[in-house]
Nanobody, 114 residues
Framework: QVQLVESGGGLVQAGGSLRLSCAAS????????MGWYRQAPGKQRELVAT???????NYADSVKGRFTISRDNAKNTVYLQMNSLKPEDTGVYYC????????WGQGTQVTVSS
C-alpha cells in the first residue's frame, strides 16, 4: 500500500493560485496513474486531473487551461498547480494512485472566496 499525503490547500480569493502536493511513501515510478479528485459539499467526488507514468495528462473540462498536473518521480510527488481559481473550485481535493489497487490520500481543503 502507498501512503499519500496532500498539502498546499487553503483559502484564496477568486483569481488566485494554489499549488497542491501529494507526497507518496514509496516510489511512484511504476505507478500507472496518479491524479486528483475533488468533492464539493453536497456533491459527488469528481475527477480533476490525471497523469500517467509516461506523463500523459488529462483534465476535466472545467479546469482545462487553468490547472496543471505534474509528477516528480525522484521526489515521489505529484503536484496540481491551480491558477485563475473560481469559487466553484472549492472542495476537498484528494490525491490517488492506481496500480494493481487504488490508494487515496486524506484530502486537503481548498476554499475560493468570491
Amino acid at each position: 500500500q502507498v501512503q499519500l499525503v496532500e498539502s498546499g490547500g487553503g483559502l484564496v480569493q477568486a483569481g488566485g493560485s494554489l499549488r497542491l502536493s501529494c507526497a507518496a511513501s514509496s516510489s511512484i515510478f511504476s505507478i500507472n496513474v496518479m491524479g486528483w479528485y475533488r468533492q464539493a459539499p453536497g456533491k459527488q467526488r469528481e475527477l480533476v486531473a490525471t497523469i500517467l507514468s509516461g506523463s500523459i495528462t488529462n483534465y476535466a473540462d472545467s479546469v482545462k487551461g487553468r490547472f496543471t498536473i505534474s509528477r516528480d518521480n525522484a521526489k515521489n510527488t505529484v503536484y496540481l498547480q491551480m491558477n485563475s481559481l473560481k469559487p466553484e473550485d472549492t472542495g476537498v481535493y484528494y490525491c490517488y494512485a492506481r496500480y494493481w489497487r487504488t490508494d487515496w490520500g486524506q484530502g486537503t481543503q481548498v476554499t475560493v472566496s468570491s
